[in-house]
């Protein structure tokens, strides 16, 4: 917090808590001790025959409010709402901060879940995939983490992978599942529309089209390949097999992310594509992504 912002809000508080405490003593016109007169003074408003009684504010009241002040400032004391100022600092713990609070329910809550998670942390992945009561839990984590994107059976969503079709951008095993969850993967498709002008575009298309035994314009197709030769080798490889070591997909089995229309992959040929798989570590920790790649694994084992 700056000095100027600081300053303002001691300002600002400093003055509401004296100006509301003088409004409270003026108010208070005649003493709360002793006997009570019994006359009654009203302030002369009178609306539809009801007077307003000009009286002070009951004893019991009054002190409320008094005691509503000391506390206020035994917090100001203890806690950080006056400025800058950290609060007051215990012998065996730091100041108190809604961060710090944060954290220690955090942990508390680690504590708690460490035995039930821990049972399953050190086995591999292969065999958690296996227990049912570990892909249980997975299966939980999924539907709150992964499911908006991937689907709530992980058959996936146009630019979001399908988990269960053994297709695999980044490798399927369990130890890539496990690094992509647990770094996330930033894909990008390079827009080729520049490059390749309108026409260089619909022939990369066919020519993909007919890498993938889809139908195509044989004519276009030739024509495509020596620009795909030129352009795309690089990443998806001379038989169009793709490279999992960057991501770049199979053209050859059918499988698109984002759908295997002409009219789709021209867009994704002129304009790219670009895909983020964010990383998981902070987010669930190790002993739940243990579990949660055990969950997907056992995805791409269902037949």
Known sequence: MSTFWSFWIIILTTTNLVLLFWILMANRRRAVTGEESTEAKTTGHVYDGIEEYDNPLPRWWFWMFILTFIFSIGYLIIYPGYGAYEGLKFKDSPAWTSVGELRGDQAKAETVYAETYGVYSKMPIEEVAKNPDALKMGFRLFSNNCAVCHGADGGGNPGFPNLTDKDWLYGGTPEKIHETIVH???????????????????????YVLQLSGGKHDAAKAEAGAKLYTANCVVCHGTDGKGNQLVGAPNLTDKIWLYGGEPATIRQTIR?????????????LKEDRIHLLAAYVYSLSLEE
Do not use: H, S, Y
């Open 184 to 206: 996330g993967r930033k894909a990008a498709m390079p827009a080729w529309g520049g490059i390749l002008g309108e026409q260089g575009v619909v022939d990369v298309t066919e």
């Open 271 to 283: 304009d790219g594509r670009n895909g983020v798989m964010p990383a998981q570590q902070e987010l």
